[in-house]
């Protein structure tokens, strides 16, 4: 089994989910519809329906449930990378230009406030007070997540557990309810419903670790950006805290000068550098893939199926994936 044919099985739905994306971002307002459209089209794993669709074979499958919760995730999941590359002033994403970079700044904010209220108008219409009051919360959590962000922004004084606290709400939280909410609406058991919780967590968690490494050390290529984009743009991640924290007081103290000057300082390369050769990115990976060892523990719990080697297929790609 390989990626490819995990996505080919559930590609009937998957389409159904990509149609609906299209006509939940359909607006009679032309701007509206071009900026939201401009980020549906650039692509995407869409790996939160795809967990969405998964969880809900632990269930009685019901495609028209699945992908209400799938395009809503998705949704929300669009509208924080709209609004993050407003905070980032950010130029590319995915190889395109960002909806701030083709429009302006109060374009993609109101772009990313009118598919955050698509999400909400879509997950409506289904009724379990459950579905609401978790995604309410993880929304509320996405917030603060996003919060701490700006305040740590070229903060060199963070410690690991802050860093992890802010990826389980920037991140680990959308991914553990996409499984959670699949296994929901499904009717799973609450025990099963609380397992897959804790898989997309642990998921969550290591996929935004390997996110970090990636932006270290991958090629634009893949990336659809430049290498370094979220230290250039002050986003202090773990193979920075770990550089600051072992690095050499020489070398320490030339990362500590970038970031005291916001990164106006005009020695980038050399500041990459050293975070990449400090052990930085070992140590991160070796962290998420301990993340990812616990993701397939949870999942040895639950019933052996064919979603359960597809899950543990997708737990072992975010492992290698380079993109």
């Not at 990509?18 to 692509?43: I, N, R, W, Y």
């Not at 995730?73 to 709209?82: K, R």
């Not at 202090?236 to 500590?256: G, Q």
Request: glycine share 6%; aromatic share 8%; with cysteine.
């Amino acid at each position: 089994m390989n990626l490819q044919e995990i996505y080919k099985g559930l590609q009937n739905d998957l389409q159904l989910i990509e149609e609906e994306l299209e006509q939940t971002v359909d607006s009679e307002v032309d701007q509206l519809q071009a900026s939201s459209l401009h980020l549906l089209k650039a692509g995407g794993k869409r790996i939160r329906p795809v967990f969405v669709l998964l969880s809900g074979h632990f269930g009685k499958y019901d495609v028209e449930k699945l992908r209400k919760v799938a395009v809503a995730l998705e949704l929300i999941h669009m509208a924080t990378l709209v609004h993050d590359d407003v905070i980032d002033n950010a130029d590319l994403r995915r190889g395109r230009q960002t909806v701030r970079a083709q429009w302006d700044n109060r374009v993609a904010m109101y772009t990313g406030d009118y598919i955050l209220a698509q999400a909400l108008q879509v997950i409506t219409q289904l009724k379990e007070p459950m579905v609401h009051q978790i995604l309410a919360k993880a929304m509320k959590e996405m917030c603060i997540g996003e919060i701490e962000q700006i305040r740590d922004l070229y903060n060199q004084n963070q410690s690991l557990k802050r860093y992890l606290q802010r990826i389980k709400r920037k991140t680990a939280f959308l991914i553990a309810i996409s499984c959670q909410l699949g296994a929901l609406v499904s009717g799973a058991s609450l025990d099963i419903v609380q397992k897959c919780y804790l898989y997309g967590y642990y998921v969550g968690m290591a996929f935004q670790m390997t996110d970090d490494v990636l932006d270290l050390v991958g090629e634009e290529k893949s990336l659809g950006k430049p290498a370094g984009s979220d230290l250039r743009q002050g986003n202090v991640t773990l193979p920075v805290i770990y550089a600051l924290c072992h690095e050499e007081p020489a070398n320490r103290k030339v990362i500590e000068c970038y970031l005291q000057s916001k990164g106006e300082s005009n020695n980038f390369e050399e500041v990459l550098e050293l975070i990449r050769k400090s052990g930085g990115i070992d140590f991160t990976i070796g962290l998420s893939q301990r993340y990812l060892k616990k993701a397939l523990q949870v999942l040895e719990k639950l019933p052996a199926s064919h979603a359960s080697q597809s899950l543990q297929f997708i737990t072992e790609f975010i492992v290698r994936r380079s993109y």
